[in-house]
């Protein structure tokens, strides 16, 4: 059953939802009081009861019921999504299950855009993004740390790539099961461009500000186990492979990681007040990235000719941004060569 989406504003100061087909299923969320909220939820019963408990003063002008049900129509966001039309791309993403990457799944399945994930457990995928049309998303089970794990008929037909694939730079139990930078930066993303065919029309990497300064205060800090050094080498590998590619080197990634949420949850994310973009070139940028302003650029660089064989460090600060308006995308990475 499709999932479903409802907005509603109600001046509450506790309020309960619950799933009518689903009782177990409860969730309460406090609020400040006196004040009205904005909310959104998801839910895969066609119904959902709200149960509000309102403990504002009595006599108030906003007082309502304690009970609303509130109708919702699955087939209206359904008619949504499709009114988007499907592109001609297959985009492979790897890396799909991690911060960057959920919210490039999530985005290119709102844009119709048909993906494809090599993911080690691809049971993640349905608890992520839900039960998805087999012509929008294909999930197939590989490692880009195991050569042999990358079979040719997982790249049939994929014109763009994406690849978002990382780990801590400090021991940590993301380290397990042998997932070090120089296994997950460097050797991944080496098995991974060697694998795929010359037809492909742009490789999108995800590295990180500062690998070309690894030997320089405060970068040699963060290179202590070889984060910087593996990134770079697997940077150098693609730039190399003769394949057109964009690098994309955030500063250090807010927002998220969104590990547990579901793709509800990842369309509504938003970067807060830090949604204006800064974006350079030559490893001079110091600051922090939004990783939804990181997938957007990921998706944005796929098409741009201005962006082909160009490696950009990317930031976000406070103010408006371009969101997924692709002449404003255009006129940051070009304004970027011009520095």
Not at 133 to 161: A, I, N, W
Not at 210 to 221: A, C, D, H, R
Request: with cysteine.
């Amino acid at each position: 059953m499709a999932s479903t989406i409802a907005t509603a504003t109600i001046p509450f100061s506790s309020l309960k939802i619950q799933c009518l087909s689903q009782p177990q299923v409860f969730t309460r969320i406090p609020v400040a009081s006196s004040s009205s909220v904005a909310l959104r939820w998801s839910c895969d019963s066609k119904r959902v009861h709200a149960n509000a408990v309102s403990t504002e003063r009595e006599g108030s002008q906003n007082a309502v019921s304690n009970k609303e049900l509130v109708e919702i129509r699955s087939s209206e966001s359904k008619e949504n999504r499709q009114s988007t039309p499907a592109s001609s791309k297959l985009v492979l993403v790897v890396g799909g299950s991690g911060g960057v990457g959920q919210l490039v799944v999530a985005s290119l399945l709102q844009r119709n855009v048909k993906s494809r994930l090599i993911l080690r457990d691809p049971e993640k995928a349905t608890a992520l993004f839900g039960k998805q049309d087999g012509d929008k998303l294909q999930v197939v089970k590989g490692d880009t740390r195991k050569q042999e794990d990358l079979d040719p008929s997982m790249f049939e037909g994929v014109t763009h790539v994406i690849c978002c694939t990382g780990t801590t730079a400090f021991p940590s139990r993301r380290w397990d099961d042998d997932n070090t930078p120089e296994r997950v930066d460097w050797v991944g993303v080496k098995n991974l461009v060697s694998a795929l065919p010359s037809s492909v029309k742009r490789v999108v990497l995800v590295s990180s500000i500062g690998v070309t300064k690894s030997n320089e205060l405060p970068w040699s800090i963060m290179n202590l186990f070889g984060v910087l050094k593996y990134k770079k080498m697997g940077e150098d590998f693609l730039r190399s492979s003769g394949i057109p590619f964009t690098i994309i080197r955030p500063g250090r990634l807010t927002d998220g990681p969104y590990t547990s949420y579901d793709l509800n949850t990842l369309l509504k994310a938003t970067a807060g007040e830090r949604r204006a973009v800064l974006i350079g070139q030559g490893d001079k940028l110091v600051g922090e990235a939004s990783r939804i302003i990181v997938a957007e650029a990921c998706i944005q660089a796929l098409d741009l000719e201005v962006t082909k064989n160009q490696v950009y460090e990317v930031n976000s600060v406070e103010g408006e941004g371009p969101g997924t308006d692709a002449q404003k995308w255009q006129e940051l990475f070009e304004g970027a060569h011009s520095q």
